[in-house]
């Protein structure tokens, strides 16, 4: 009986520490058998609200996309008066779940009547999977092929600049900075199926090229931008760091096998990535409560970027984006907005 009493108290530990919501983000998990179960999407409810904005775009990701105060979607929403944009970000939630949410909360939701105009998918997440690399550019991949095949275009987003010397301390970033690049490479066209996917490639007809229209119309990579701190200072080169980053064990497995000089070159390799690790840090000016989230600045930041790459037809003065702010009176968000030029008439974007 006590045994049993005992079982069922950690049975219910367990389920409550699941279901917590966190104050910070962690590091993406490192691929293990056990997985959590996530409560399965509901079907979405709600609407365009803004006839005079004939474009229409929703955007989706996890709680970077969720910033409650002054989003980068508030900004390209203000600098761009032609699209409508609802942000439809979630905390926590890794690709797999991404791609649930844009089934649920535009494809099935009838009252977003999506056919009835051009309509745009903003994508950017993925880190909350990133343990899974090769799994989370799958669902990614899922998610630009469902958008096609509905007639939805996508503006894809990459993974951001994130980590700090505390959390990757020693060589550990090696990891993570690795997995994030094949993240962002990916959404970026720079991969093929094969090296994206890794063995999801092998079924695969050509696994070699994309076929046409899988990857995104707009990709923009933002792990390469304004976010990151370019200036930080090289990590020294010493004897110390060059032993961390030769008994990494996962640097070690990309080492095995290699001939003597094709060691030493690539061990080199990984070395100066450990040195140069400091500037792809997000800048500390731009950074929320941890070193992943991007504050109201640096969500302005995040839209001044990506303004420019977006089409012509959504009427966006990306010139103004560093002049906004975030207001906290209700209902006034990101100030001043865009107004609409009398004359402008938006054109279909090209596909």
Same mark, same amino acid.
């Given at each position: 009986?006590?045994?049993?009493?005992?079982?069922?108290?950690?049975?219910?530990?367990?389920?409550?520490?699941?279901?917590?919501?966190?104050?910070r983000a962690?590091? +993406?998990?490192?691929?293990?058998?056990k997985t959590?179960?996530?409560?399965?999407?509901?079907?979405?409810?709600?609407?365009?609200?803004?006839?005079?904005?004939?474009?229409?775009?929703?955007?989706?990701?996890?709680?970077?996309?969720?910033?409650?105060?002054?989003? $980068?979607?508030?900004?390209?929403?203000?600098?761009?008066?032609?699209?409508?944009?609802?942000?439809?970000?979630?905390?926590?939630?890794?690709? $797999?779940?991404?791609?649930?949410?844009?089934?649920?909360?535009?494809?099935?939701?009838?009252?977003?009547?999506?056919?009835?105009?051009?309509?745009?998918?903003?994508?950017?997440?993925?880190?909350?999977?990133?343990?899974?690399?090769?799994?989370?550019?799958?669902?990614?991949?899922?998610?630009?092929?469902?958008?096609?095949?509905?007639?939805?275009?996508?503006?894809?987003?990459?993974?951001?600049?994130?980590?700090?010397?505390?959390? !990757?301390?020693?060589?550990?970033?090696?990891?993570?900075?690795?997995?994030?690049?094949?993240?962002?490479?990916?959404?970026?066209?720079?991969?093929?199926?094969?090296?994206?996917?890794?063995? !999801?490639?092998?079924?695969?007809?050509?696994?070699?090229?994309?076929?046409?229209?899988?990857?995104?119309?707009?990709?923009?990579?933002?792990?390469?931008?304004?976010?990151?701190?370019?200036?930080?200072?090289?990590?020294?080169?010493?004897?110390?760091?060059?032993?961390?980053?030769?008994?990494?064990?996962?640097?070690?497995?990309?080492?095995?096998?290699?001939? +003597?000089?094709?060691?030493?070159?690539?061990?080199?390799? !990984?070395?100066?990535?450990?040195?140069?690790? +400091?500037?792809?840090?997000?800048?500390?000016?731009?950074?929320?409560?941890?070193?992943?989230?991007?504050?109201?600045?640096?969500?302005?930041?995040?839209?001044?970027?990506?303004?420019?790459?977006?089409?012509?037809?959504?009427?966006?003065?990306?010139?103004?984006?560093?002049?906004?702010?975030?207001?906290?009176?209700?209902?006034?968000?990101?100030?001043?907005?865009?107004?609409?030029?009398?004359q402008q008439?938006?054109?279909?974007?090209? +596909?």
């Open positions: 009986m006590l045994m049993l009493f005992r079982h069922s108290v950690t049975i219910l530990c367990l389920v409550i520490a699941s279901v917590m919501p966190h104050a962690a590091e +993406p998990p490192k691929a293990t058998k959590i179960t996530i409560p399965p999407e509901t079907i979405g409810t709600w609407r365009w609200r803004d006839p005079s904005r004939a474009i229409k775009a929703m955007a989706i990701g996890g709680s970077v996309t969720a910033w409650p105060r002054g989003p $980068y979607t508030a900004y390209l929403h203000a600098a761009c008066p032609n699209v409508e944009i609802v942000n439809k970000g979630k905390v926590g939630i890794g690709a $797999y779940q991404l791609k649930q949410r844009f089934k649920m909360q535009l494809l099935r939701n009838r009252r977003a009547k999506y056919r009835q105009h051009e309509t745009w998918l903003l994508f950017q997440g993925g880190l909350n999977s990133l343990g899974l690399p090769y799994r989370t550019n799958r669902d990614v991949l899922k998610i630009f092929n469902l958008a096609r095949k509905h007639g939805v275009r996508v503006a894809a987003l990459s993974l951001m600049s994130w980590g700090n010397a505390r959390r !990757w301390r020693g060589a550990r970033g090696l990891a993570s900075h690795w997995r994030t690049n094949l993240a962002v490479q990916f959404v970026t066209g720079k991969l093929t199926p094969k090296e994206a996917l890794g063995t !999801w490639s092998r079924s695969r007809a050509n696994p070699d090229a994309w076929e046409e229209g899988e990857l995104p119309a707009i990709a923009i990579n933002m792990y390469d931008s304004a976010l990151r701190h370019r200036g930080a200072a090289l990590k020294p080169d010493t004897a110390r760091l060059r032993r961390l980053v030769e008994t990494n064990a996962f640097v070690r497995k990309r080492l095995k096998g290699l001939s +003597p000089d094709q060691r030493a070159a690539e061990l080199e390799r !990984w070395v100066q990535i450990e040195r140069e690790m +400091p500037r792809w840090f997000m800048r500390q000016d731009l950074r929320a409560f941890d070193s992943i989230h991007p504050n109201t600045k640096g969500h302005g930041v995040m839209a001044a970027h990506v303004c420019p790459h977006l089409p012509k037809s959504w009427g966006c003065e990306c010139d103004v984006i560093p002049t906004m702010k975030w207001s906290r009176r209700r209902g006034e968000g990101i100030i001043p907005k865009v107004s609409k030029r009398a008439t938006p054109q279909p974007s090209a +596909p």
